[in-house]
């Protein structure tokens, strides 16, 4: 019980001169469902990058299912965790981005076993059996073997969020993953993401644009800007009444 799948310990991530992350302490309970929300640039997609392990941080040290992620700086270097610890870390992770990046030239269905296979060694019965499981979950049971191209965004980004869960993450994290859908499309994303959250256990970590859904989804609301959280807090209160200027400004509240 309370066990924390995400925590973010001083840390600190530059590009060049520029400070995206200052200082960023911040964590995520087991089975928690956060959102991150803040204007663009603040360091909302950075966080789920150094997650994924796609970016180093110069210093502090971040943790996944109280594991090290990255290590503390020792001797002036930062210690990145070994690589095969790495690989079991990112094993607990889904990622679904903005952009679905499915692979054009395989099927729905390959799209979704081709990890389970190679990464988890599973025969390709299992395998199928899993994509099965996971494509009824998404509602797109009778899309098994069309190619990503044949299908809407809003599919796609369905297939994307199977492909993700069929690796049985413990945590998901998502970026902002209706934003370069059209608006008639982002409904049905929202509602697979919405059920996933009602209905398992997984932690959650969603950077989003979508005030209503992420006041409709989580525990927990972060508000970031220039790389800071500035208020952190149930959605009833960052939505209606947050404390912080800055908030009431990007919410247009006053
Ligand atoms: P957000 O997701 O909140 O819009 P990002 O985390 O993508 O913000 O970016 C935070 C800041 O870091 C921005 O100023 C962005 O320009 C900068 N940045 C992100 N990735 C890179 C990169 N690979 N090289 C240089 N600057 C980057
Ligand atoms: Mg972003």
Not at 32 to 44: D, F, L, N, R
Not at 113 to 140: C, F, I, M, W
Not at 208 to 218: G, L, P
Request: aromatic share 6%; hydrophobic share 40%.
């Amino acid at each position: 019980m309370n066990e924390t799948a995400i925590e973010f310990r001083d840390v600190v991530k530059c590009f060049g001169d520029v400070t995206v992350l200052n200082h960023l302490n911040f964590s995520v309970k087991k089975g928690e469902k956060v959102s991150i929300i803040g204007p663009s640039g603040s360091g909302k997609s950075t966080v789920l990058r150094i997650l994924m392990t796609l970016e180093k941080i110069e210093s502090g040290a971040v943790y996944v299912a109280e594991q090290p992620l990255w290590h503390e700086i020792r001797e002036g270097r930062l210690a990145p965790a070994g690589e095969r610890h790495l690989r079991e870390m990112r094993r607990e992770m889904g990622m679904v981005f903005q952009q679905f990046n499915l692979f054009p030239h395989m099927t729905v269905r390959r799209n979704i076993t081709e990890a389970p296979r190679h990464v988890l060694g599973l025969s390709k019965n299992d395998a199928n059996a899993r994509a099965e499981e996971y494509l009824q979950l998404v509602g797109l049971s009778d899309q098994a073997d069309k190619y990503p191209h044949q299908l809407s965004g809003g599919q796609q980004q369905r297939v994307a969020i199977a492909r993700a869960l069929a690796m049985r993450p413990g945590i998901m994290l998502f970026d902002e993953p209706t934003s370069a859908l059209d608006p008639e499309l982002v409904g049905e994303v929202l509602a697979v993401i919405q059920r996933l959250s009602q209905e398992s256990d997984l932690t959650l970590l969603l950077v989003t644009h979508e005030m209503q859904f992420a006041h409709n989804i989580s525990d927990r609301v972060c508000f970031f800007d220039k790389g800071e959280i500035v208020e952190d807090g149930p959605p009833e209160v960052i939505f209606t009444h947050p404390k912080e200027a800055r908030t009431r400004e990007f919410l247009k509240l006053d």
